[in-house]
């Protein structure tokens, strides 16, 4: 079955620099991937959509990449601010199209 | 009200206790999913409920039980549980099931907390 890997230590950096967040899966490429921000104690909030036939997406600060030989999506914040901490969830569909999520990477700006 | 909604945000019950949760999405979707998140683990998809068909059970143990009026409202009926079953439990909602690109809207989650 499909896993889906994201660093579990915190990333840690300083405001104004780009916050760059991995999402590694395991077994075959998705149609597609998503990346949500969860808030402590939210529900997660989608941001990004990118597709398998797609390099690079972006909106406004953010970007994502996705390497289907490296099984991997990247996810950037870029001009990074202290809103911008929370944990960052990767999230792709299985053979059934449900929706399987990483753990979640905790991002810190600090100021 | 907009987006999806969820009541009570936070819950201590007692393991022979009886409760349930509610989950009201107003977004006219048409899938509604029970997530449950415990510490450092990810999302775990419980139920799915597409037109009000549940099509989905993820090996939830029987003292969850859910509940799909309508497409708009979703309840998690919840009766002895356990300790381990104190988590975050999130309600969602999409376009639909089998939508190719499957967006979900997540509810601000109910706290659970089982003594």
């Known amino acids: 079955s499909q896993k889906i890997e994201q660093n579990s230590e915190a990333l840690n950096i300083q405001e104004g620099k780009t916050a760059t967040l991995t999402c590694n899966y395991t077994?075959?490429?998705?149609?597609?991937l998503q990346w949500y921000r969860q808030d402590p104690g939210r529900g997660p909030v989608f941001l990004l959509l990118i597709r398998e036939n797609e390099k690079e997406k972006r909106k406004e600060r953010l970007k994502v990449t996705f390497d289907t030989t490296l099984k991997q999506s990247l996810f950037h914040i870029t001009a990074s601010q202290p809103a911008d901490s929370a944990t960052y969830l990767c999230?792709?569909?299985?053979?059934?199209?449900?929706?399987?999520f990483g753990s979640g990477t905790r991002l810190l700006v600090r100021p | 009200e907009t987006g999806v909604t969820q009541t009570p945000r936070h819950l201590v019950m007692g393991m022979t206790n009886k409760k349930s949760l509610k989950c009201e999405q107003h977004l006219g979707h048409n899938a509604m999913y029970w997530y449950k998140q415990s510490a450092k683990k990810p999302l775990e998809l419980m139920f799915v409920?597409?037109?009000?068909?549940?099509?989905e059970n993820n090996s939830v143990p029987s003292r969850f039980s859910p509940e799909c009026p309508n497409s708009s409202h979703l309840f998690l009926h919840l009766h002895t549980l356990q300790p381990e079953d104190s988590a975050l439990y999130l309600c969602?909602?999409?376009?639909?099931?089998?939508?190719?690109?499957?967006?979900?809207?997540f509810g601000p989650g109910t706290r659970l907390t089982v003594l």
């Open positions: 999230a792709l569909p299985d053979s059934s199209y449900k929706l399987i």
């Open positions: 077994n075959y490429s998705p149609a597609y």
């Open positions: 409920y597409s037109l009000e068909e549940r099509v």
């Open positions: 969602a909602s999409s376009q639909d099931r089998s939508s190719y690109y499957n967006e979900q809207f």
